[in-house]
């Protein structure tokens, strides 16, 4: 891999990440404010390859939500409150955040808007194997996009229906991703 190779992929024209927050606000909010927001300090525009563990986000955005997707080893993901930081410090705003485990079959996601939490669904896959797949948490009225759970092949792509059925433009561009880089929590 080359010095200038980002440290994320995209793939079908998504990012590939585990864990996403879609975010539709006005006006728009800064990167440095998002990172302040989601506890993130200590950052660092781009990536030094002597340095693969660190933690990374990445943004970007379309024409009316701006993304924020987690790098592969959950670490904005484990802070467990970054949605409800970003909906207190815009209470207005409409936040749709999603996240797939990586070695089962679980996903969950949230959506804020009106100012208020309007919908919480969350799957768990106790035995690994999505036999069952157990019902967690089935808060407010389903969104655009959601069916049966025995129709959903893929959780990523299921999520992103979702998210594209709300409004955002799910397709991501590789030039207009912006990497941070942090020192996670231990």
């Keep these: 891999m080359s010095d200038d190779t980002p440290p ?3 793939r079908n024209g998504h990012i590939v990440t585990s864990y996403f927050i879609f975010m539709r606000t006005s006006p728009r909010v800064a990167d440095d404010a998002l990172l302040r927001v989601l506890g993130i300090d200590f950052v660092r ?7 693969a ?27 467990r409150d970054a949605v409800e930081a970003l909906h207190r ?8 955040a999603c996240s ?7 996903f969950d996601f949230k959506y804020y808007d009106d100012g208020r939490l309007l919908r919480h669904f969350e799957v768990a896959d106790p035995n690994y194997n999505k036999r069952p797949i157990k019902v967690i948490t089935d808060l407010g009225t389903p969104l655009p996009g959601e069916k049966p759970l025995d129709r959903i092949e893929d959780e990523m792509n299921y999520l992103l229906a979702i998210a594209e059925s709300l409004g955002v ?5 590789s030039g207009a991703v912006r990497c941070y880089a942090y020192d996670a929590p231990r």
């Design 100 to 106: 797939r485990g990586d070695c089962d079959y679980s």
């Design 53 to 79: 563990n660190e933690a990374r986000v990445f943004i970007t955005e379309d024409d009316a939500w701006i993304h924020i997707a987690d790098d592969l080893r959950y670490h904005l993901w484990h802070r």
């Design 45 to 51: 525009h781009g990536w030094d390859r002597k340095n």
């Design 89 to 96: 410090f815009r209470p207005d705003a409409t936040i749709f």
């Design 8 to 10: 994320f992929r995209i």
């Design 169 to 173: 433009n799910t397709q991501h561009r």
